[in-house]
């Protein structure tokens, strides 16, 4: 028998208040199929709905960095102490917060400093927490310094500055030092007095001591050793430029090239030394442990004796000392020009030196400076050739 066919609608009809109303019906089992297939397509609907296509998504990113994460400022202090021919420096250069600990503590030190009968700082006792570090290039001293936050590097050098420097050419040599270190904080030069360097009193200085204090960006600073620039001279000037000398001399300033045809016999057992071009030093000799020098400066005459004096006694000489010295100078002529030799006489036993110097009157207020410096015996045996060493001089 075959199986009725179930119609997919099957029509009926009902007779309702004489009228005839007619109804699809459905078969349960298809209705339930419909119905969860209707379902699924809304909640389909609804989901892709509430989809938002793929696009670029765009973030903020802030560009000044919050102030508790920029890294600390560094300060540079520094002292800067003219000793005889030479100028002493100190200083420090580290996190601000770090040399803040210290900085009464180390100009306090400064300030203690003594000088042997060298014209060397004595740097014992040192204070507590500081002790002496290795030795490095173009330095006479590295003292290491310990702090809660870091440890500090205290270095000590000094330059050479032949001849004595006036009010004037100090300035601008003051200057020229400071705007270097400013330069290593990231500070713009400055043409003000000693650029913001300070006086600072220092028993052992001969002459205005200097007191720098400086904050600046951290990593500004170079590598260059201290007294020198990439590419430059020493304290960090051009090429065979040195400070000026006695500006109110007329003279030109010490660094200017000295031009000279400077001619001499050289004494038996002398050993001439080499030197820089456009330096300072026209001639150099060695004679055991003293040296010879020949340089063209400027500075009046009493005051370069006093110096001199100073530098073997260990100590400012007494006005009438040098006025004897003065009165006791012997006078000739040095190449057809006037010139005064005065023989400073050191104690060995306590460790002086001697100095047997010769003062040549130039022009422009400028004079040259043959000058031996060495232990006394060495010196007193010399005294000979050393006269007959300038009546050679040709220049």
Request: hydrophobic content about 40%; glycine content about 10%; overall charge negative.
């Amino acid at each position: 028998m075959t199986a009725p066919m179930i119609p997919d609608l099957r029509e009926k009809v009902r007779h309702h208040g004489g009228g005839i109303r007619r109804r699809l019906a459905v078969p349960p089992v298809r209705m339930l199929a419909t119905l969860k297939i209707a379902a699924l397509m809304f909640a389909m609907l609804i989901i892709g709905g509430c989809e938002q296509p793929e696009g670029i998504v765009t973030y903020k990113i802030p560009t000044k960095v919050p102030e508790q994460l920029l890294p600390g400022k560094d300060r540079l202090l520094a002292v800067m102490v003219p000793r005889g021919e030479k100028v002493w420096f100190f200083k420090i250069l580290g996190p601000e917060d770090a040399v803040a600990l210290i900085d009464d503590e180390f100009q306090s030190f400064v300030k203690s400093v003594q000088f042997d009968s060298s014209d060397e700082p004595v740097l014992e006792p040192l204070p507590e927490g500081w002790r002496r570090g290795g030795k490095k290039p173009m330095r006479f001293a590295t003292i290491d310094i310990n702090t809660p936050k870091k440890q500090l590097d205290l270095s000590i050098s000094n330059l050479s500055v032949p001849g004595t420097m006036d009010e004037a050419a100090w300035n601008d040599y003051v200057q020229q030092n400071v705007n270097r270190w400013r330069g290593q904080v990231g500070l713009k030069p400055s043409s003000e007095k000693w650029s913001g360097g300070e006086s600072i009193e220092l028993a052992a200085a001969e002459g205005q001591a200097v007191w720098v204090d400086l904050v600046g960006q951290p990593g500004a600073a170079t590598a260059a050793p201290m007294g020198m620039m990439p590419g430059a001279g020493p304290m960090g000037m051009p090429p065979a430029a040195r400070p000026p000398v006695n500006a109110s001399t007329g003279s030109p300033p010490q660094g200017t090239p000295t031009q000279t045809s400077l001619q001499s016999e050289t004494p038996e057992g002398w050993e001439r030394l080499d030197v820089r071009p456009g330096g300072m030093r026209e001639a150099a000799f060695k004679v055991g442990e003293s040296e010879i020098t020949v340089i063209t400066a400027g500075g009046d005459l009493r005051s370069n004796v006093a110096r001199w004096m100073g530098q073997v006694a260990g100590g400012k000489p007494e006005e009438s000392a040098v006025d004897e010295m003065m009165a006791g100078a012997e006078k000739f002529d040095v190449s057809g020009r006037p010139a005064q030799r005065f023989i400073i006489a050191g104690d060995a036993e306590k460790g002086q030196k001697s100095i047997d110097a010769t003062i040549v009157e130039m022009e422009g207020g400028r004079s040259k400076f043959i000058k031996m410096t060495g232990d006394p015996e060495t010196v007193a045996e010399q005294s000979d050739a050393m006269r007959a060493f300038l009546d050679s001089l040709s220049f």
